[in-house]
Every structure is written in C-alpha cells, then in structure tokens.
C-alpha cells in the first residue's frame, strides 16, 4: 500500500510539472482545460473589428515565421479558429483573457494592447507545442490575466558599444514576447553620442567616434529617420520607447562635439559636465530636447541626473558658475545642479513631457506629477525612502539584482561584481518588494521595475544575449506576476521550455542550469588583455 501512494504521489507531481502552463510570465489566473486543440491551414483567424486588424495580421505573421503555418484573416469562419474580440467589460489596458478549447481559441480584452498581450502568451503555447504534418497540437487554458506593475522595462547602453538596428528590433520582439513594455534607450553618455539632431550635426558625426575600448572608433549613430523605425517598430508591439540624453554630467562625448559648452571634468572623467554658468548652454540643450521630443512618441525623456560630483570640480572657479551662485543665491555645488536640472526640466514639461531621473534627483524637488524616479544605488536605501516619502512615482532598478551586465556565476571572466556578489537567475527571481520594507502608504507609488544592460564589458551581439538571457524572463515575472503566484520550481521548468526557443531562434544564451553548456563569449581582444 505505501509503495502504491508512493508511486501515485511520483505520478501526480509528474503530471503536475507536465501539466504546468509554460507561458513566460506566468499567468495570475490559469486553469487546465481537457482536450487538445489542433491548428491547421484550414484554421482561421477571425477579426471583425478595425481597431484589432493590426493584431489579428501581427498573430498571422508571427505564427507563419514561427512554426511555417500559413493562416488566413478573415470575418467568419465554419471551422476551428483563433477569434480576437474587444469586449468593455474586462477590466484594464493590459488584461486579457485567453480561452484556449478544442474546439478554437478565444483572445478577449478591452483594449488592443490587451488583445496583443494574450496573441504572445497564445504564440508562446503555439511555439512550444508539438508540429506534425503541418498541424500544431496545443494543451488547452483558461487565462484570465493582467499585470503587476504598469511599468516593465529594459535599458540598452549604446554609448559605451553600439549594436545597431537589427539588435534592437531583436530586443523589442523578445520584450513583446515576455509583455515587457518600455525600452529605455541610453543614447548619450561619456564615450559617444549615438543620436542625430539635425540643428548641432557634430553631436553624430564627432561626438559618435569612438566606444569605451577604442577612443577612435568610426562614428557609429542612429539617423532620424532610424529612430523613426524604432519608434514605430515599438509601438507595433506597444512598447514606449524612453530616450537618455544626460545632463549635466556623462557630457564627454558631446563636449568633444561642442566643447563651447563644456563645463569641465576631472582626471577620470574629462570634459564631464555641461557648463550651468552660460545660458547658451541651456538654449543649446533646449533645442536638443524639442528635436528629440519631435522622434520619440512615449511623452517622455530621461535626462539621467546622476554622478555628476565626478566631474563638476571646475565648477568652483569658473566665472559663470561663480555668478549664477551668486544671482541665485546658490550654496553649493548641489545646489547649482539642482538649479539644472529644474531648468531643463521645464524645457521639457513645456513639451508636455514627462522628465525622468536617476534617483540623485530625488533631491531636487521637481513637480511630483511630471516625474519619475529610478532608484538604482542599492546601497543607498535611504534615497529610496526620500523619493517615496517627497510623493515620486518610482521605478525599481537597483545594481543588485537588476544590473545585467554584472557575471552570472562565479565561473564568467569578464563583467561586473559589487564587493564580490553575482546576480544568478534564481537570485533576480527571488526579488520582492517586501525586502525593500516599503510601507504600505507608498506601495502605490511602486510603479514597476526595470533591469539595465550596460555595456562597458559587452562588445558583441553574443555577449548581450548571453547577458540578457535567459534574465530577460526572471524580469517579466517579477514585472508580470504576482508574489504568491510565483514558484522557483514551477520557474525552472519554464526556464528550461524557454531555453529549446532560444535554441531554435540562434540565440547564444547562458543555460544556468549547466553552465558549461555555452561558453562565456569573449573577444580576442578581451581575452588578450584577461591574460596580459
């Protein structure tokens, strides 16, 4: 008799595991449903309604890429199908609900972002199913699902190593796919200036030479009409793209552009800052603002704000700075980057943009209803609490366990550590809000979290893969799903279903689960100097 529970026990939690939903992030509300559902040529999907037929060609598009399977749209069909509908009564921009039955599949929600939200969890179950003859078997669901957190993002550096277009449409669509939605694009920063404007044309030509290895690389940027691609490229997957222009520190590459407007920099850090003391320098970085405002749709603009004490020590002397002090009645340098930063900030609200920092700029005490905070010094709790407590809408970024440029395991050679630590998957999945002993009064305020790709250790498109995935998926569902929802094990599995499309799809991933699998990616020139 012990030996019969023993094995009913093993074959209940076999099924279990083989019955758990895959899709990434995992749904808030999901049931198993009996049956399979078959998807032929002879499957339509059905679409009556304009403001979803975008939708209804993306899932045709995708399904014919993915799996070979060529589906019609249309209005009505006899046969099994895939019916997208708009329907008011689910409640939320991003909720959705996924019917999957053997006998069609239904995508309901209020919203087309809705309708695109449960189209991915669909092709997820479309591409880990099993394809014979040309037909897909898929294990039916009930899915009723929206998200945590409004804001689920991922910054690309291109300053420090540039990628160019076909690497970022290829981060756009794995963020579509794992229901990630704003892409922080960090365009400007000490080594280059990736971003055309038209009125300052040095800013692409000169500013763009050079990456954090080579001082004299060819200049690499994007063109306007580039950004124009991106832009819509996104918003097809409903994807806010967020540009960073930093000010005033991070200014080298610009400087070297226009060095009229230069406010000096430190030993480290040459020509580090903007020069606060010329009011060209604001109507300088003003037009700057209203060309990037013109490119990018999202309403919004990162202006960084961040280590600007690197390089601001010429501050002290300079003639225009010394003056603006004394006008102002300014105590401190602190006190002159604040200043700024509220200027330029309202360069951009009157552009009807939202101005987004780092959360240095907690300090500065911009209108609560036009900024966003991202809290990203792990090891300063404090500035955490200062921006809940001043009334800031906040996103959650810190280094640890956010930053995925920081090694994976304590086998990788290059990359970044903080006092020794890694960030594993399992330790990124194991992020939650309570660690952060955020009171309940501000809870609200958590609008989402976002994970940063930096690149000063990242030079190829293998390397960024291997960095991001497979991360990318502890970050949808720590965005996605719910804390009681969440489960290592049951993540682990999906991890590993993850883990067969990013072998189908070329992807140079990390497997964490055999490490040796997929060696570190390093370049002849990052394992020359590994041994010099």
Not at 94 to 101: F, G, N, Q, S
Not at 177 to 190: A, I, S
Not at 209 to 234: C, H, L, W
């Amino acid at each position: 008799m012990k030996g019969l529970l023993i094995f009913a026990c093993f074959f209940w939690n076999g099924y279990a595991i083989a019955q758990q939903c895959p899709i990434v992030p995992f749904p808030n509300d999901v049931k198993t449903i009996n049956g399979k559902l078959t998807l032929t040529v002879n499957t339509q999907i059905i679409c009556d309604d304009d403001r979803i037929n975008e939708q209804a060609i993306y899932l045709q598009q995708q399904i014919l890429k993915t799996t070979g399977l060529t589906l019609s749209v249309g209005a009505k069909s006899t046969n099994s199908a895939i019916t997208l509908k708009l329907e008011n009564s689910i409640e939320g921009a991003e909720a959705y609900r996924l019917d999957v039955k053997p006998n069609g599949v239904n995508i309901t929600a209020a919203t087309a972002h809705g309708i695109f939200n449960g189209i991915n969890s669909l092709l997820q179950l479309i591409r880990l199913s099993v394809v014979k003859n040309n037909n897909i078997s898929i294990t039916c669901w009930s899915i009723k699902d929206s998200p945590r957190f409004a804001w689920r993002g991922l910054l690309l550096d291109e300053s420090r190593h540039y990628f160019g277009m076909e690497m970022v449409k290829e981060l756009l669509d794995w963020m579509a796919f794992y229901k990630l939605n704003k892409f922080h694009w960090h365009l400007t920063d000490e080594p280059a200036w990736r971003l055309e404007i038209k009125a300052y044309p040095k800013l692409a030509l000169t500013g763009g030479i050079g990456n954090f290895d080579d001082p004299k690389a060819p200049s690499q940027y994007y063109t306007q009409e580039q950004i124009k691609d991106v832009v819509a490229y996104a918003a097809d997957r409903f994807i806010d793209v967020i540009p960073e222009i930093d000010m005033p520190g991070h200014a080298s590459a610009a400087n070297k552009a226009y060095p009229v407007f230069s406010g000096g920099g430190s030993t480290k850090h040459p020509e580090f800052t903007f020069n606060p003391g010329l009011d060209s320098t604001y109507s300088y970085l003003g037009r700057i603002l209203r060309e990037t405002d013109v490119l990018f749709q999202s309403q919004m603009v990162h202006l960084g704000g961040d280590e600007v004490s690197f390089g601001n020590e010429k501050w002290r002397t300079d003639p225009g700075v010394v003056k603006l002090m004394q006008d102002q009645h300014l105590a401190d340098l602190t006190a002159v980057e604040h200043y700024f930063t509220a200027r330029m900030a309202d360069t951009l609200f009157q552009l009807n943009n939202k101005v987004l920092l780092w959360d240095e700029a907690a300090d500065a005490d911009l209108p609560r209803d036009k900024t966003l905070i991202f809290w990203w010094r792990h090891d300063h709790p404090e500035q955490l609490k200062k921006a809940l407590d001043k009334g800031y809408f906040t996103i959650l970024c810190p280094r640890l366990p956010f930053y995925f440029d920081f090694m994976q395991d304590s086998t990788q050679r290059l990359g970044r550590k903080w006092k020794g630590a890694i960030v594993t998957l399992d330790k990124l999945y194991a992020f939650n809000l309570n660690d952060l002993q955020v009171s309940n009064e501000h809870r609200h305020q958590i609008i989402g979290v976002q994970a940063g790709i930096w690149t000063e250790f990242i030079t190829t498109k293998e390397k960024l893969e291997y960095m991001l995935f497979p991360r990318i998926t502890a970050l949808a569902e720590i965005g996605w799903t719910l804390d009681e929802k969440k489960s290592i094990t049951g993540f682990h599995q999906r991890v590993l279903d993850q883990l067969k499309l990013y072998r189908k799809d070329g992807i140079y991933y990390y497997n964490p689960f055999k490490p040796q699998q997929t060696p570190e990616p390093l370049t002849a020139r990052q394992v020359a100097n590994l041994s010099e």
